[in-house]
T-cell receptor, first 114, second 115 residues
């Protein structure tokens, strides 16, 4: 039981390049989330998927797109990377999508945009 | 907008002393208040949470208190140990628009326990 798995762990991009961050969970959770973590800024929600087939914007969605491929997988895409998107990205999941339940985080992706 | 304020941003304590981290929130309808611990280079992990119908909750050396009237909640760690050194995030469910509530995190407190 791996929990929440993110790939890649590290990535360096040039401005304007695109990439997709992958996330998968094996806990049969309904809801999945993408956060970014910047120094002194805490964790900010980018997008979330309350259930398979739905996605919604979070606090900082600009410059990102997401796909809930199936119940297990939720990907985050940067179409044209910018230096402001340099950050650590965490995927998370929760059992039902209630805001009153534990989040299970992946190990993170450290992204640098030059 | 709705937010969560967390203080202090850094905290150093001697091993064995207590540590207290405080958070305030803006939405009186908030009803869930978790605390996450993130060790250096690791993922955030839930250490304790409290719901709005409870004023205090304890789990061994950690406790959380909630004052709904004042809209603040605190994390208390007693008998601190070096392995308590980490960044701690508070969070609260806040209204995010269009009838939706989302978990919003504070900016974190870096706790250093000095042996």
């Amino acid at each position: 039981n791996a929990g929440v798995t993110q790939t890649p762990k590290f990535q360096v991009l040039k401005t304007g390049q695109s990439m997709t961050l992958q996330c998968a969970q094996d806990m049969n959770h309904n809801s999945m989330y993408w956060y970014r973590q910047d120094p002194g800024m805490g964790l900010r929600l980018i997008y979330y998927s309350a259930s398979e087939g739905t996605t919604d914007k979070g606090e900082v969605p600009n410059g990102y797109n997401v796909s809930r491929l199936n119940k297990r997988e939720f990907s985050l895409r940067l179409e044209s990377a910018a230096p402001s998107q340099t950050s650590v990205y965490f995927c998370a999941s929760s059992p039902t999508g209630s805001t009153n339940e534990k989040l299970f985080f992946g190990s993170g992706t450290q992204l640098s945009v030059l | 907008g709705e937010n969560v304020e967390q203080h202090p941003s850094t905290l150093s304590v001697q091993e064995g002393d207590s540590a207290v981290i405080k958070c305030t929130y803006s939405d009186s309808a908030s009803n869930y208040f978790p605390w996450y611990k993130q060790e250096l280079g690791k993922r955030p992990q839930l250490i304790i949470d409290i719901r709005s119908n409870v004023g205090e909750k304890k789990d061994q050396r950690i406790a959380v208190t909630l004052n709904k009237t004042a809209k603040h909640f605190s994390l208390h760690i007693t008998e601190t140990q070096p392995e308590d050194s980490a960044v701690y995030f508070c969070a609260a469910t806040l209204y995010s628009g269009a009838g939706s509530y989302q978990l919003t995190f504070g900016k974190g407190t870096k706790l250093s326990v000095i042996p």
